[in-house]
């Protein structure tokens, strides 16, 4: 009885190319560990919700030290997308070389190689931004859950 399921699943047959969900196609999706201010007090570069680009392929600058090789980082053909905040779901970057921490309000997806231009272009089409949107939750500071986020629809060609 969810008229949004039905609108955005009922044509997954009808689609000219096979569709997958990111958790059908292995996906990795993980968040940052470190908060913003905790990020912060270490005086380095670093991914959130307030510096993550929108839409856009992004080279960054290398800023992790060996201690900080344990929590989550970026890498080369990761995607960024924004997990929780006020007007930045469906903010999705991703990442063309460097490493950073992220942090816990940052997604970092990563998909085997062959997936990786399929999940960029289906994450930045109006549809996908518009399935974001759809699937978040809360009043004033939204968020989209990463069992949500698995069930995503990857159009493959």
């Not at 380095?44 to 800023?63: A, F, K, P, R």
């Not at 950073?100 to 990786?116: E, G, N, T, W």
């Not at 930045?124 to 069930?151: F, H, M, P, T, Y």
Request: proline share 1%; net charge positive; charged share 25%.
């Amino acid at each position: 009885m969810d008229f949004l399921f039905h609108k955005l699943y009922e044509n997954k047959l009808h689609y000219n190319v096979d569709v997958k969900t990111l958790s059908e196609i292995r996906a990795e999706i993980r968040r940052g560990q470190l908060t913003h201010s905790e990020l912060k007090s270490l005086n380095g570069n670093y991914i959130h919700t307030t510096t993550l680009s929108h839409l856009s392929e992004i080279c960054l600058i290398d800023d992790i030290n060996c201690k900080q090789l344990h929590y989550q980082h970026t890498n080369k053909n990761d995607i960024l997308l924004a997990r929780v905040g006020r007007g930045c779901i469906g903010k999705v970057s991703l990442v063309k070389k460097g490493n950073q921490l992220i942090s816990d309000c940052v997604y970092r997806i990563r998909v085997p190689q062959r997936y990786l231009r399929q999940v960029w272009n289906s994450l930045c089409s109006e549809e996908g931004q518009l399935w974001l949107k759809s699937n978040s939750r809360g009043v004033c500071a939204r968020l989209i859950s990463k069992s949500d986020l698995q069930n995503f629809l990857v159009k493959i060609k």
